[in-house]
C-alpha cells in the first residue's frame, strides 16, 4: 500500500514539474495600420505567426473605429488555437489624430496574471509623443513589467523620446523590466548607451526588421528599428527575428501584415 502511495505521490509530482512553465517568449511587432483593414484571413496569418508566443507587444493599432475590435478579433483567432489568451488595450495616444494611435499587449492566461488593464505613462507624455504604454505581468508570484513604445519617425528626433523614457525606466524600476517596440533608430543608437550601462540588453543587434516596398536582388529587409531589452534581472535564453518572407516572391504578400518583421526574445522564468 505504501508504494502504491509512494508511486502516486511520484507520478503528481512529475506531472507537476511537467506543467510547469520555465521559460516565456515575448515578441513584439509593430503590425501596420492595425484596425478594420485587416481580413479575417490577415488575422489567421498573424496569429499563427504569434501563438507560439506568451506575451505579444503591439504597436501601431489604430486608435479610431476598428483598432480595439481587431485586437478583440485576433484574440479570439488565438483562442481557438488551443490556448487561452487575453489583452489589454492602451487610451490613445496624446498626439493629434494622424499620429496618434494605441498599443495593444496579448498575453496566455495559464502562467501569466495581471492585476489591473495597464496605462499610459502619463509622467512622459510633454516629452514623448506617443506615450508608452506599461503593464504589469505576475508570473510564477514574481512582477515583470512590459513597456510598449513607438517613438517618432527617424528624422523628427527619436532620440530624445528615447533619452526620456530610458532614464524613467532607470530612475524608477528595480525589478524586472522589458522594454519592447519599434524605436525608429538602431540599438546601436547613443541614446540607448545609459540604457546599455545599466544593465539593459537589447534581443537583437544590427538586424533589419522594416520591409521594402520592393525587392533588391534578394534583400527585402530596409532598417533594424524594431527590438526587445530586458533588465539585467532576467535572463535571455534565445532571440532573433521572425522572418515570415523568407523570398521575395512572397512580399508583396507579407506587407499586407505588416511593413515590419516581429522581433522575439525568450527568457526563464524562474530567474525573474
Known sequence: MFQKILLLLLLLTALQNFSQQDEITIISWNIQD?????SYDELE?????????????????????????????LTDVLNRK?????YAISNPTRIPKYVTERYA??????????????????????TIDREPFLLDFYIADKKMTLINFHSRPHDKNPEAEIT???EYIIHNFTGPVILAGDFNVDEANPAFDNFKKNGYS????????????????????????????NSKTIAKTK????????????????RKLSDHLPVYLKVEINNL
Open 34 to 38: 492595425f484596425g478594420k483593414t485587416k
Open 202 to 229: 537589447p534581443a537583437v543587434a544590427n538586424q533589419k526588421t522594416t520591409l521594402k516596398r520592393d525587392c533588391d536582388g534578394f534583400d527585402y529587409r530596409n532598417h533594424a528599428i524594431d527590438n526587445i531589452f
Open 82 to 86: 488551443g490556448a487561452q489568451w487575453d
Open 105 to 126: 499587449i496579448v498575453w496566455k492566461t495559464k502562467h501569466i496574471k495581471i492585476k489591473n488593464r495597464g496605462k499610459l505613462i502619463k509622467e512622459l507624455e510633454t
Open 45 to 73: 496569418e498573424i496569429a499563427e505567426l504569434l501563438r507560439d508566443a506568451d506575451i505579444v507587444a503591439i504597436q501601431e493599432v489604430v486608435s479610431g473605429f476598428g483598432g480595439a475590435q481587431a485586437v478583440a478579433k
Open 239 to 254: 532571440s532573433g527575428v521572425i522572418d515570415f518572407v523568407r523570398e521575395c516572391d512572397n512580399l508583396e504578400r507579407a
Open 164 to 166: 526620456a523614457l530610458t
